[in-house]
């Protein structure tokens, strides 16, 4: 009998494996899923079990982020609606619809939720990552997940103060 290749990726094929996935989150981000890690492929799971399987990752990234003290603007723990539309940044009764099992997200939600949970988003829905055209767009998007949540916001902002500012200014 052949020895088992210890590094080889584990396979997601039934529910209880589903079950026994501990997402790990990436030191110093919140939110984001250390794939690598993980040591898990996405790749091949049966269409029957994606559905799950993101809802397992929804759930688990929702509760990490109560038990991690994430909380609303009144200081309460954080709800999943504000979890939804705040963190995540998509409509929380389609957060609840996906958690739930009862849709599937496509287009620019399945890139909201990529942006905060990370491409493992990709692999577990099966659909081709997008990659902008502008290559440093691209190198931004590759790097984002690395980036904690107040520098992205400050990008964020100096972006559009940067469009403000250039909008005032006369065209030469």
Known sequence: MGKTDEKAPRKIRTESDIQSIEWLVVTGTRGLIDTATMNIDFRDVPDSLRPELLSSLLTDGYERARRNGLTNTSHKPISQNSFALHN??????LYSAYKNMTRQPSGDNIDRLANYFGDVVYDILDV?????????LARIA?????I???S??????????YLINK???PQE
Not at 142 to 146: C, N
Not at 152 to 161: D, F, I, P, Y
């Open 88 to 93: 995540v940044r998509i409509d929380n009764q």
């Open 148 to 150: 904690s949540e107040h």
């Open 128 to 136: 081709p990552r997008r990659i902008p055209k502008d290559w440093r």
């Open 142 to 146: 590759e790097i984002w997940p690395r």
């Open 167 to 169: 909008d005032a200014k």
């Open 152 to 161: 992205r916001s400050e990008l964020l902002e100096k972006a559009e103060n």
